[in-house]
T-cell receptor, first 114, second 115 residues
Framework: DAGITQSPRHKVTETGTPVTLRCHQT?????MYWYRQDPGHGLRLIHY???????DKGEVSDGYSVSRSKTEDFLLTLESATSSQTSVYFC?????????????FGNGTRLTVT | AQTVTQSQPEMSVQEAETVTLSCTYD???????LFWYKQPPSRQMILVIR??????QNATENRFSVNFQKAAKSFSLKISDSQLGDAAMYFC????????????FGGGTRLMVKP
């Protein structure tokens, strides 16, 4: 299994508070992704990174920011959490930017915003 | 924008039987990849099988195979000799250059396996 660690595994927070989720990889892969999973929607891309300090927006980026200061770490921040951001968040990594290169996923963080 | 549709929110199968999960997608591209991912209760996302659009031969991985119909834009997953461990959510996903090389997922199908 790819070495991907997401922390925390579960988090409950209140509306309006900032939240940071962490993804740490030991594979030295260049590409990293943040997805959210909601019932009926599958997984939707929030942000992705194609190198240190190189990031771009995905399909559902509003309300989220990311940072990547080291190859191994990719942080997802909710500046002011809202109830609509209650979801399961997945980090994924990929070694190559090719169509057949599979994404390897972490085990997810379940975030509840009350 | 590309869309991926899984029309079966839930499916059930008897242990040792065969089940087929449906997936359709919308695209104007000629070159792309399609994937099936499995998500057991542990939440881990596991790649089951992948298919390149240019390959006519359907991909097979042990008990898992696909029926890829390019003209119909259909990519179904067949699970043979179903086992209790196959119970999971299954996601179909699409990837192409013109979709920014991103994975686009369907809404998922929950598969239940009856002993």
């Amino acid at each position: 299994d790819a070495g991907i660690t997401q922390s925390p595994r579960h988090k409950v927070t209140e509306t309006g508070t900032p939240v940071t989720l962490r993804c740490h990889q030991t594979e030295n892969h260049r590409y990293m992704y943040w997805y959210r999973q909601d019932p009926g929607h599958g997984l939707r891309l929030i942000h992705y990174s194609y190198g240190v300090k190189d990031t771009d927006k995905g399909e559902v980026s509003d309300g989220y920011s990311v940072s990547r200061s080291k190859t191994e770490d990719f942080l997802l921040t909710l500046e002011s959490a809202t109830s609509s951001q209650t979801s399961v968040y997945f980090c994924a990594i990929s070694g190559q930017w090719t169509l057949d290169s599979p994404l390897h996923f972490g085990n997810g963080t379940r975030l509840t915003v009350t | 924008a590309q869309t991926v549709t899984q029309s079966q929110p839930e499916m059930s199968v008897q242990e040792a039987e065969t089940v087929t999960l449906s997936c359709t997608y919308d695209t104007s591209e000629s070159d792309y990849y399609l994937f099936w991912y499995k998500q057991p209760p542990s939440r881990q996302m596991i790649l089951v099988i992948r298919q390149e659009a240019y390959k006519q031969q359907n991909a097979t991985e042990n008990r898992f195979s696909v029926n890829f119909q390019k003209a119909a834009k259909s990519f179904s997953l067949k699970i043979s000799d179903s086992q209790l461990g196959d119970a999971a959510m299954y996601f179909c996903a699409y990837r192409s250059d013109n979709a920014g090389n991103m994975l686009t997922f369907g809404g998922g199908t929950r598969l239940m396996v009856k002993p």
